[in-house]
């Protein structure tokens, strides 16, 4: 069953997964501040990309370059010029739309990001596509819009001062890859992750945190020789594939994969396959894996004068690497995963309760203690202290047992442990399992092996 996306913002908006930005000021449109748990879960699920992508693969390392660079390697990279959108206004009620958007919304097969500026105006007018919001048809001319944000570097705010911030990560990785190449001594092929802010001053952001202006990327670069007979486009494809459905147990149902079609890629790619999951909100792409040839290397060669072939050793040739890059939004990422993660059950004796059914690793606490009644408050601090050593664990004495287990339902905690009366002469606790409801007495000195093994 599709659960209503307002169903889910509020839920996360009320249990601190996530807040509007600057709210006591009224808000600052479409930005959002992660709460506790938000953060915690964002931490875990970056932290789980590097430990699959990065640290725990044998051919890849991992980088952190600035936000702001020199702005050649935008100009370099074809960012200056052309990162740009469609923006078209409505004449009567002055909101604004990215014409490519507006048209896709309606006419789904239709790929307007390929039309031009002209066949895109005539398609809107023969169409009778109206405003979405007041339904005017009296739209004004589309205008390029340039999505990279701008400010000044030192005291004077003049031409020669401009700077970017950063649209990608990924520029950050072409241009150090000679350093990390020569640092590293690393043999093609081999690949540089990244994780960091990205900055695009999108004309529609929104659906809450699907699209924003700032947000986080996870990028990696893979260098490879082009002669290389690997398929190493199929092999990235099916790594990402993997993560989503084994790290983060994503449902296969709910996702696609969808290969660009010859006018759909971008100028530095000759192929691109997006992976498109089914938000509540319609489907939305997700994570892009795209073969960027030597284009970003040899751009920056170019530009920056620097030779950034590399000579392989055996054959003695020297050749411009190829690029695969498999690229996420961190919130997209995080977003699809609450979505999916998200539940709504009937129990037996009617009631209902909300689930986030996160991997466990995942979850922002892996354990709640909760002892059954005041009395067994000490004894309950003190387990919790003790668990604090090894897990991310959080406690909870108010409202009945029942109420307590729903509220940590509802945040995605696997395990409840429940202190009672016998615990003090047992040294047993009540584990219950957040899926199967099931409770097993457990002595506290398994519980480590016992919560770590299941
Ligand atoms: P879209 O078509 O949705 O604008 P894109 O094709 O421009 O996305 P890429 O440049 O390929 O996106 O960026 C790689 C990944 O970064 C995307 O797959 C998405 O997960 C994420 N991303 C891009 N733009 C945003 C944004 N404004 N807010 C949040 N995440 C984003």
Same mark, same amino acid.
């Given at each position: 069953?599709?659960?209503? /996306? ?26 959002? +501040? ?42 370099? *990279? ?66 390029? /819009? ?14 020669? !001062? ?62 490879? %020789? ?77 530009? *920056? ?30 977003? !699809? ?54 897990? +991310? !664990?959080?406690?909870?004495? %108010? ?10 339902? !509802? ?44």
């Amino acid at each position: 069953m599709k659960i209503a /996306f307002d169903k889910i913002i509020n839920h996360l908006k009320t249990q601190g997964f996530v807040f509007q930005g600057s709210e006591i000021y009224g808000g600052l449109a479409n930005s959002w +501040d992660y709460g506790p748990l938000g953060s915690e879960l964002k931490n875990k699920l970056k932290s789980c990309w590097w430990n699959y992508f990065v640290k725990r693969n044998k051919l890849n390392v991992g980088i952190d370059t600035s936000i702001i660079l020199n702005p050649k390697v935008w100009i370099a *990279s074809g960012h200056l010029g052309n990162f740009n959108d469609p923006l078209i206004d409505c004449k009567s009620c002055k909101s604004r739309f990215r014409a490519d958007k507006l048209v896709e919304e309606l006419y789904v097969d239709i790929n307007a990001g390929n039309l031009n500026y002209d066949e895109l105006e005539s398609f809107i007018k023969e169409n009778k596509i109206s405003c979405p919001k007041c339904k005017s048809f009296d739209f004004t001319n589309i205008r390029q /819009f340039d999505l990279m944000f701008k400010t000044f570097q030192g005291p004077i705010e003049d031409d020669s !001062a401009k700077v970017y911030l950063r649209p990608e990560t990924a520029q950050g990785i072409f241009v150090q890859y000679k350093n990390t190449q020569r640092a590293l001594r690393k043999k093609l092929p081999f690949g540089i992750g990244q994780i960091g802010k990205s900055f695009r001053n999108e004309i529609t952001p929104g659906n809450f945190i699907f699209r924003t202006r700032e947000f986080e990327q996870m990028e990696l670069e893979f260098f490879f %020789s082009p002669n290389d007979t690997n398929n190493w486009f199929d092999y990235w494809l099916k790594k990402v594939q993997d993560f989503i459905l084994n790290e983060l147990n994503i449902k296969k149902d709910n996702f696609i994969v969808r290969e660009h079609d010859k006018e759909e890629l971008s100028h530095y790619s000759n192929k691109t396959v997006d992976i498109e999951y089914e938000f509540p909100f319609g489907r939305g792409e997700l994570w892009g894996i795209a073969h960027r040839s030597d284009y970003d290397l040899s751009q920056h060669q170019k530009f *920056s004068g620097e030779d950034l072939s590399y000579l392989d050793q055996e054959s003695g040739i020297k050749f411009i690497p190829h690029v695969i890059e498999p690229s996420v939004g961190v919130e997209r990422l995080l977003l !699809a995963l609450l979505c999916d993660s998200y539940c709504e059950e009937k129990l037996p004796n009617g009631e209902s309760r909300i689930i986030l059914k996160l991997p466990k690793k995942l979850a922002p606490y892996q354990i709640a203690v909760l002892p059954l009644q005041k009395q067994q408050s000490e004894l309950s601090v003190k387990l919790y202290e003790k668990l604090l050593l090894n897990f +991310d !664990a959080t406690y909870d004495e %108010s409202g009945n047992i029942g109420k307590r287990y729903r509220r940590q339902d !509802a945040i995605g905690t696997p395990y409840c442990l429940t202190v009672d009366f016998e615990t003090e002469k047992d040294n047993c606790v009540t584990v219950r399992d957040r899926d199967s409801m099931e409770q097993k007495r457990v002595n506290i000195n398994d519980l480590s092996n016992y919560l770590t093994n299941n």
